[in-house]
């Protein structure tokens, strides 16, 4: 933070808390923690899946130590921007009050593919991949989309 500028609050939203949400709370800590103070919940949290971590840390990125939270957990929070990560999400997200932006970016949810085991695990590769571009493009991408 040069200068004491402020981090950039942002939530992301998906249903269970369980993969997506989790991967995109992963890399933004690892990539834009410099500028942006990152959070992830769920509407109907589950349990964070074992091959999100197992993923991530091919990748260098040790989501371990997360758990799944539901979105009340951050009640009072006035977040920059909410993105959430699913169509289910979007629709049960809670309503943010002040200056809160929402942005919306719909992902399939690799953790829930039929196939092999190598299928599955090359599916949350490519959504892995998929999440680091998008975040990688963070904050400058949310000030154009946000809402």
């Known amino acids: 933070m040069s200068g004491g500028k402020k981090k950039m609050k942002v939530l992301f939203l998906c ?7 989790q991967i995109a709370e992963g890399w933004a800590r690892h990539l834009k923690a410099d500028v942006m103070e990152v959070f992830s919940a769920g509407v109907s949290p589950a349990t964070v899946s074992r091959r ?3 993923t991530m ?11 799944s939270k539901h979105v009340d957990e951050f009640e009072g929070i006035d977040f920059d921007y909410v993105v959430t990560v699913c ?7 809670p309503v943010f009050g002040g200056a809160t932006k929402m942005v ?4 399939e949810d690799p ?7 190598k299928e599955i695990k090359s599916a949350m ?7 680091r571009t998008f975040i990688e493009a963070m904050p400058e991408s949310l000030k154009r989309e946000g809402k």
């Open 15 to 21: 249903t269970g808390n369980a993969c997506r949400s």
């Open 52 to 54: 999100a971590v197992e």
């Open 57 to 67: 840390a091919e990748a260098g990125v040790d989501i371990s130590g997360h758990r």
């Open 87 to 93: 169509d289910n999400a979007r629709q049960q997200c």
């Open 104 to 107: 919306h970016r719909t992902f």
């Open 111 to 117: 953790s829930f593919m039929d196939g092999t085991e």
């Open 125 to 131: 590769r490519k959504f892995r991949d998929e999440m």
